[in-house]
């Protein structure tokens, strides 16, 4: 059983809509309507009527309603009454996991330099980028930090949240030095460019789609020049990518801040010569607009004046598009702030 689980049911059955719900809630339509039926699942019952529009709840979801709100307000209740004096002056971080492993500890150094330091704490990794941004949108956060590029749009309500651009990294197509192919051994550095004009079919590693680099790179594949891969490993930790590859498990797109190392001693070779493969991402942090004392506002101010901006970024220009496809990638939508 999952509170958020109760927060989707209750919510619909307020809307009585599937997507406008999933539109309340912060997440997709197929999102949502999974968690209802996972809820369903797990008490043994159908709850909402899906043959109907606007959806209706059955008799057993009329019954469960009062019993979910119920637990809804008790849970945030208890939340609240156990969070003691020490833990409510932690500020609470949802973060990708490269992020919070490969990013956010020298981040927060930087940031206590000249300063005296804030206490904070990484909440336990919720799985894919639209899972962790509703820890902010909950409230279970008081910042959200993640990648971010123009491929992927976060469902963010208007006028309640903003960001900071922190810094920036690079996902490029790499393989170890040499691997096996069809049968044949072969020299990685390259390997993307000769798949383009061979019949080779690559072994590829994967993020999944639910990652913020799995929804970036299928974007990329949309308007790039095919070619042949068979996915051979999925993983949405990029670390666990990584130890793949370096097996010479594939071609995989891995952040550069993760494997300076590894380019350097030729551990890990680039998989194309040609840089419009590579992809520019923005690293943000996220919080509510409303959400600006005490050691939340001073972490702000901090992260922003380490940053050198005083406002949000607005979104970069369309990247050039990958050799071989001639029309123009179209801007998508900036994320909401």
Not at 60 to 79: C, K, S, T
């Amino acid at each position: 059983m999952e509170l958020k689980w109760l927060e989707d049911f209750a919510a619909l059955a307020e809307t009585g809509s599937f997507s406008r719900a999933a539109e309340l809630r912060h997440v997709t339509q197929p999102a949502l309507s999974r968690r209802v039926r996972q809820l369903e699942n797990w008490l043994g019952t159908t709850l909402v009527s899906r043959a109907s529009l606007p959806a209706e709840l059955t008799r057993e979801g009329l019954r469960f309603l009062p019993q979910a709100r119920d637990m809804i307000r008790q849970l945030y209740g208890a939340r609240e009454a156990f969070r003691g004096d020490a833990a409510a002056k932690l500020v609470r971080f949802a973060a990708l996991h490269t992020l919070a492993v490969a990013f956010f500890p020298n981040w927060m150094a930087a940031l206590s330099l000249d300063a005296p330091p804030i206490r904070a704490a990484i909440l336990p990794d919720r799985g894919g980028i639209e899972a962790n941004l509703s820890a902010l949108v909950e409230g279970e956060a008081d910042f959200f930090l993640t990648y971010a590029h123009r491929y992927v749009s976060l469902r963010l309500e208007e006028g309640k949240f903003e960001f900071l651009k922190v810094s920036s990294d690079e996902a490029i197509p790499v393989t170890a030095r040499e691997l096996v192919v069809d049968g044949t051994k072969w020299v990685g550095e390259g390997l993307l460019d000769a798949a383009l004009t061979r019949p080779i079919v690559v072994p590829y590693a994967t993020y999944g789609d639910d990652s913020f680099f799995g929804q970036v790179l299928r974007r990329l594949f949309d308007v790039s020049p095919p070619f042949q891969r068979v996915t051979v490993h999925q993983n949405a930790i990029a670390h666990g990518l990584k130890a793949v590859v370096l097996a010479g498990g594939g071609l995989c797109w891995l952040p550069r801040s993760l494997i300076r190392t590894e380019l350097a001693t030729g551990a890990l070779v680039p998989a194309s010569r040609d840089a419009r493969w590579n992809l520019d991402i923005d690293i943000r942090l996220y919080r509510h607009m409303d959400e600006g004392g005490g050691d939340v506002g001073r972490l702000w101010d901090r992260a922003r004046r380490n940053a050198n901006t005083g406002a949000p970024d607005a979104p970069s220009p369309a990247a050039t598009p990958p050799p071989g496809r001639q029309e123009s990638v179209r801007e998508q939508p900036a994320d909401k702030k």
